[in-house]
T-cell receptor, first 109, second 115 residues
Framework: DAKTTQPTSMDCAEGRAANLPCNHSTISGNEYVYWYRQIHSQGPQYIIHGLKNNETNEMASLIITEDRKSSTLILPHATLRDTAVYYCIVRTYGQNFVFGPGTRLSVLP | NAGVTQTPKFRILKIGQSMTLQCTQDMNHNYMYWYRQDPGMGLKLIYYSVGAGITDKGEVPNGYNVSRSTTEDFPLRLELAAPSQTSVYFC??????????????FGEGSWLTVV
């Protein structure tokens, strides 16, 4: 299975952009990059996903490198409520998602 | 807009007891999943189902059983509860194959403690 590598933790100042990196060097051509987040042991929440092109929605932007070996999730104006664990997922186990430990983002006042 | 609903939210079990975690979704999704999450760890897949009448094992199926008699419901059965099954359990659903671009929707979790 392709593995994702994310930093264990990151800090971001409130109101600034949070840029969360993810490495997925063995991703296959038809596999998507997904981002989820989990706030304080709630159920994981979908943020965004993409295949090749950059994507943007009301929550975030996803920048995928041209070789697709890495991506960055951007929260343009982080708030305290964005403090969470962020999961980058690119492979499935059979037909499913595999969740790693993720990145713990702390938004600081 | 209910989405994925799990019950109970909290439960304490004694070693050797059995129980069923209920999960229902109202989005007409074909795929349903059960994950567990131990403290400070990522989610691990226990079982999944691709449609009514079809179930399959995930990464950590031992000690659990599932059934899928309807599209909406996917209960998880714990037989002979053990302390190692103390965890938070998440049910999830998706319309189609998870790596085809469709997203997964999660319930709010069920906290289980085995003492």
């Amino acid at each position: 299975d392709a593995k994702t590598t994310q930093p264990t933790s990151m800090d971001c100042a409130e109101g600034r952009a949070a840029n969360l990196p993810c490495n997925h060097s063995t991703i296959s051509g038809n596999e998507y990059v997904y981002w989820y987040r989990q706030i304080h042991s709630q159920g994981p929440q979908y943020i965004i996903h993409g295949l090749k092109n950059n994507e943007t929605n009301e929550m975030a932007s996803l920048i995928i490198t041209e070789d697709r070996k890495s991506s960055t999730l951007i929260l343009p104006h982080a708030t305290l409520r964005d403090t969470a664990v962020y999961y980058c997922i690119v492979r499935t186990y059979g037909q499913n998602f595999v969740f790693g430990p993720g990145t713990r983002l702390s938004v600081l006042p | 807009n209910a989405g994925v609903t799990q019950t109970p939210k909290f439960r304490i079990l004694k070693i050797g007891q059995s129980m069923t975690l209920q999960c229902t979704q109202d989005m007409n999704h074909n795929y349903m999943y059960w994950y567990r999450q131990d403290p400070g760890m990522g989610l691990k897949l226990i079982y999944y189902s691709v449609g009514a009448g079809i179930t399959d094992k995930g990464e950590v199926p031992n000690g659990y059983n599932v059934s899928r008699s309807t599209t909406e419901d996917f209960p998880l059965r714990l037989e002979l509860a053990a302390p190692s099954q103390t965890s938070v359990y998440f049910c999830a659903s998706s319309y189609d194959r998870a790596n085809s671009g469709n997203t997964i929707y999660f319930g709010e979790g069920s906290w289980l403690t085995v003492v």
